[in-house]
Every structure is written in C-alpha cells, then in structure tokens.
C-alpha cells in the first residue's frame, strides 16, 4: 500500500483547507484511516480517524472532518476556518487492524505518507 497526501500549501487564516490522500496498490477499503499532524516544534498529534466503511470517526479536534471514498481510493480532511496553530506537516496513515473504533495512536498504524505542508498564513 502507498499513501500520497496532496491539498497543502498556503492557505489564509479562515479561508478552507482540504487535504486528500489517495492508496495505491491495494483497496483503500481494507483499511482504518487517519490523519496526523507535526507543527513545527511539536510532537505528532492524531487529528482524526476513519472505519473502513466509513460510518464510524473518531476525533482529536472536533474542528476537522474525515471523509472517505473508496471507489475513488481516497481520504479527505477538512478544515474551516484554519488558524496560525493548524500550520504543519499533515500525513495520512493506514491501520490494517480491525478495531471497534479507529486508532488515533501513531504506533498502530502500518502504513504513512510522506505527509503534506499546510501553512497557514496572511
């Protein structure tokens, strides 16, 4: 499974953010998903997390949402109203583990992006 995060750049305090991350090589479907964050000089953080239907989610900030569709492959992440504080790498990983809900811990992923830069910024 490869994992490609795209969406990142500049985007203005308040505007819209939303990141995708596109599998390849095997059905997206087969996996929980979630999405971290590393803000310059912070540790990795869970934001959000995802069931593999995705009728279940699981949140660390209540201000993102977790999509999915996996006939296109893809997990999104949405953000309204982005501020300063949401400025940092942002990665996509998969959890091959069937769990009752979703894992926001980084050790119980199996797979990783090579995560997107979101600078939020005037």
């Known amino acids: 499974l490869q994992l490609a995060e795209s969406g990142g750049g500049l985007v203005q305090p308040g505007g819209s953010l939303r990141l995708s991350c596109t599998a390849s090589g095997v059905p997206l479907g087969y996996y929980m998903m979630g999405w971290f964050r590393q803000a310059p000089g912070k540790e990795h953080e869970g934001i959000a997390c995802i069931s593999r239907s995705g009728d279940s989610t699981n949140y660390a900030d209540s201000r993102f949402t977790i999509f999915r569709d996996n006939t296109k492959n893809t997990v999104y992440l949405q953000l309204d109203k982005p501020t300063s504080e949401d400025t940092g790498v942002y990665y996509c990983?998969?959890?091959?583990?069937?769990?009752?809900?979703?894992?926001?811990?980084?050790?119980?992923?199996?797979?990783w992006g090579k995560g997107t830069l979101v600078t939020v910024s005037s």
């Open positions: 990983a998969a959890d091959r583990t069937v769990r009752p809900l979703c894992s926001l811990a980084r050790s119980d992923m199996d797979y």
